[in-house]
């Protein structure tokens, strides 16, 4: 009996070897991307955590009708519109006191949010009963005392290099004491659309831009992509021009997608007059984009489909488009859902075609169907980051975040239903 | 070209042809896969094509209901006729033919649904029942016909893929048997299964051709002998000899038929 069965050679042993430093490599590889996605998330998630919460301020206002309404309209726009900066003052001066001069009138004021009067008036117009009487509010403080009370100022560093003066971290250090400062969840961050205002912003009309564009997106390209895919797998005959239009569908899958921004902006914009700026337009062009993916992608599935299953059918006397329609097409279902919305996901993600078409534009409405102004928010983050204020910082980190939580849903999406469609032959 | 090597045993006695083939030659594209084959298929009887793999006795069987259609570079000439007509001529419609024309093949293929919904799929596309009652009623009947209705009556709505390798098979008759065609080909049926399935297959032909002709490709020669009146020997493309099987297994005319019964070639 030959003993290289049992005993170990030096060729066995050089074979062993490679495979153990083949299986080192894959899994050096793997700890290598899995260390640095890690390292990405932690970073996103450190910077964006913060944003999550926003700082409030307890005021007693009194709502003195005098100020607030002096002829006694009680028109909701006047009483959106009035001037509630000398009741902020009035019960702000209450509680911080030695606040004498105009300057330093000017500078408490500025401890509360650019829109802390705007919420006042908004309050009183939908309940002008509070007028004359006296009530607790919450109003938003500014992104500085914001970034203050969440640890992101410095104050040991000179007081020329930081916009908040010690004498503003003093009186926030009053209002501490008598808790009537507070970090709250922040329900601007998903309630309200863009602002200026670092702590005004949100990103709720970003997220309902990106929805609608991608409803857009997804009515157009899945029933064209797939009908193109069944066309092209089942029904069409090889040929020259089926290769040639394979080749190009593969091509335009590789196609950068700012060049699809362009194709709208010089067709749907200047051509058609679409409305700049839309989800229309938004998700035309997505839907342009993500097409050559879903028609890849149903092809592959519906090439995995059996033969034998079509024979079936056909064998019986069903006609190709039964036979396509009553059992390749179900059997493909589950794949050509997974495609599209993987395929969707990437359209999520996607800036540079929609910088083209205008959705990039400075939008505080938030869009209430696909023909309204709107952005989306990977531009909104690509908005945000470019913004000087440092209370965008966190607040792009927390879109980044949002973004990448939408992007997950779907594709989880996509993983239940291939696993609870997919049906075994 | 061809030149003509086809003998026929003048046995087979008066029974009436259901199908007949002339001078059918079939390429893949530039390749010939079968030279100039007549044959005439008996009418409720069982003819068996044999031969070794890649002779073209499948892509033949597939030419008697146009089943090569699907394959795009596939071309047939020649004449093949079923109740005198062409069925290569333009105006045949494929579909009515196909329905005329059954086909069970080499792997059972259910469809990924319901057993009852298996059988019943054929019914429902031709139109064949007015009825649910009616449909249900050809079901049962195609699945007692099958002789698979007793092991299944009581999981009609199981999927028909649970079932073992011998019974989807003969889910797939009872599927074919259920739009009532004239004509059951058979492409290697028994191929993927165990004796003993095989064996209950082999009865089911034998009532079943009481009611159908039933052409059968098998590359089991026992398997021809046991079963079919008419066998067919297929080599390289050309039909070599047929005729009554039992002259065939005993009495082969040809050189090559005696040497591929006796194991010497295929």
Not at chain 1, 401 to 413: E, G, P, R, T
Not at chain 2, 89 to 100: C, G, I, M, Y
């Amino acid at each position: 009996m030959p003993n290289y069965i049992l005993n170990t050679s030096r060729q066995m042993a050089k074979r062993h070897g490679r495979e153990k430093r083949f299986k080192w490599y894959g899994r050096i590889a793997i700890f290598i991307s899995i260390a640095f996605l890690i390292f990405m998330f932690s970073a996103i998630v450190f910077r964006g955590a913060s944003a999550f919460q926003q700082t409030k301020i307890s005021l007693d206002i009194n709502f003195s009708e005098a100020i607030i309404d002096p002829t006694s309209s009680r028109d909701p726009e006047i009483l959106k519109r009035a001037n509630y900066k000398p009741v902020v003052l009035e019960s702000l001066s209450n509680v911080i006191p030695g606040i004498t001069d105009r300057r330093d009138r000017n500078r408490v004021y500025k401890l509360l949010s650019a829109g802390a009067v705007f919420d006042l008036g908004e309050q009183v117009a939908s309940n002008p009963k509070l007028l004359g009487k006296s009530k607790s509010v919450w109003l938003l403080a500014s992104s500085e005392v914001d970034l203050f009370m969440k640890g992101k100022i410095d104050s040991n560093i000179s007081e020329d290099l930081r916009r908040l003066k010690d004498k503003d971290i003093e009186w926030i250090e009053i209002l501490k004491s008598q808790g009537k400062i507070k970090k709250t969840f922040n329900t601007t961050l998903f309630g309200k659309g863009d602002s200026r205002e670092p702590e005004m912003a949100g990103i709720l009309g970003a997220a309902i831009g990106s929805f609608f564009s991608l409803l857009v997106c997804f009515l157009i390209a899945f029933p064209l992509g797939i009908l193109t895919a069944v066309y092209l797998e089942e029904f069409a005959k090889k040929n020259f021009l089926t290769d040639f239009i394979e080749v190009n569908i593969n091509n335009l899958a590789a196609v950068p997608s700012i060049v699809f921004g362009l194709l709208g902006l010089s067709i749907f914009l200047n051509f058609f007059n679409l409305p700049r700026s839309t989800p229309l337009v938004g998700g035309i062009v997505l839907a342009l984009m993500t097409l050559p993916t879903i028609i890849i992608a149903s092809r592959s599935i519906l090439r995995s489909i059996p033969q034998s299953i079509r024979d079936a059918a056909l064998g019986l006397g069903a006609s190709k488009t039964q036979t396509t329609f009553h059992h390749v097409v179900p059997l493909a279902m589950p794949g050509m859902l997974t495609g599209t919305i993987l395929g969707m996901a990437r359209a999520l993600g996607e800036t540079a075609p929609l910088l083209m078409i205008g959705m990039v534009a400075f939008i505080v409405d938030i869009p209430k169907g696909v023909t309204d102004v709107a952005t989306s928010l990977p531009v909104q983050i690509f908005l945000w980051a470019d913004s000087p204020e440092k209370g965008f910082v966190e607040r792009t980190s927390a879109a980044i975040i949002v973004l990448l939580v939408f992007l997950i849903l779907m594709n989880l999406c996509a993983v239940y239903l291939r696993k609870r469609l997919e049906r075994r032959w | 070209m061809i030149y003509e090597t086809k003998t026929t045993h003048e046995e087979k006695g008066n029974v009436p042809s259901i199908m007949t083939a002339n001078n059918v030659d079939v390429f893949y594209g530039k390749k010939q896969a079968i030279c100039n084959v007549s044959l005439d298929i008996p009418e409720n009887q069982i003819t068996a094509l044999i031969g070794p793999s890649g002779c073209g006795k499948s892509t033949f069987l597939r030419c008697f209901n146009r089943m090569n259609d699907t394959i795009n570079i596939c071309r047939v000439s020649g004449k093949i006729k079923f109740s005198g007509q062409d069925i290569y001529e333009p105006k045949v419609d494929v579909v009515a033919l196909r329905s005329r024309i059954g086909m069970v093949f080499q792997k059972a293929n259910p469809f990924p649904k319901s057993i009852f919904e298996n059988v019943a799929y054929g019914p429902r596309i031709h139109g064949l029942a007015e009825s649910k009652d009616e449909l249900e009623s050809i079901v049962v009947q195609s699945l007692k016909r099958a002789g698979l209705y007793d092991e299944v009556s009581d999981r009609l709505n199981e999927p028909g893929t649970s079932l073992s390798g011998g019974q989807q098979q003969r889910l797939c008759i009872a599927r074919a048997i259920a739009v009532d065609p004239q004509v059951i080909l058979m492409d290697e049926p028994c191929s993927a299964l165990d004796p003993i399935a095989t064996a209950i297959i082999e009865d089911l032909m034998e009532t079943m051709k009481e009611n159908y002709t039933i052409v059968i490709v098998t590359h089991s020669m026992q398997q021809a002998a046991r079963v079919s009146q008419q066998t067919a020997f297929f080599h390289l493309g050309e039909l070599v000899e047929s005729g009554d099987t039992q002259a065939i297994f005993t009495n082969p005319i040809q050189e090559r038929t005696q040497n591929y019964i006796s194991g010497r070639i295929g």
